[in-house]
């Protein structure tokens, strides 16, 4: 596993209410998934995502937050992989440092291939090939035009 970061997730409750907030600051988010049940956006050379609580949490194969009113934050770090065939090593590789997987990785609806491991103190981690986003030399990750 290459020692970079490709993407920063962060479960929220309301993702209209989270991207007005990130615009508000100055951030823009990217016009292309205008409109979709997240929003991307570029943070230099990696990517910062807002979607669901929720939803994160069902891609991952972790139970829904029923706490009530105030869902629990979930954040996932993601690691974009060069190929399909580097998720499953990765996957591998944080299992034999002492990782869990959390959920083995699959074909994704989006034509991705996902999987997700948790460190040992439960931080998550996707990892992913996403062949819609481009992963530079120097592990930097671009979003589509």
């Known amino acids: 596993m290459e020692q970079r970061v490709s993407l920063i997730t962060l479960g929220v409750a309301d993702l ?6 990130y615009r508000r600051l100055g951030w823009t988010p990217s016009p292309r998934f205008e409109g979709a049940d997240v929003a991307f956006f570029q943070a230099g050379g990696l990517i910062f995502a807002l979607w669901g609580g929720d939803a994160l949490a069902a891609d991952a194969g972790l139970p829904a937050d029923t706490s009530g009113d105030s869902p629990v934050p979930r954040i996932a770090l993601a690691y974009n992989a060069r190929s399909r ?9 944080a299992k034999q440092a002492g990782g869990r997987v959390v959920k083995p990785a699959k074909d994704t609806d989006w034509g991705g291939y996902v999987g997700y491991f948790a460190d040992p103190d439960g931080h998550l981690w996707e990892v992913a090939w996403n062949p819609g986003f481009t992963l530079l030399a120097d592990g930097s990750v671009r979003l589509p035009e």
């Open 16 to 21: 209209a209410r989270a991207t007005q907030f």
């Open 85 to 93: 065939d580097d998720v499953d090593a990765v996957i591998v590789e």
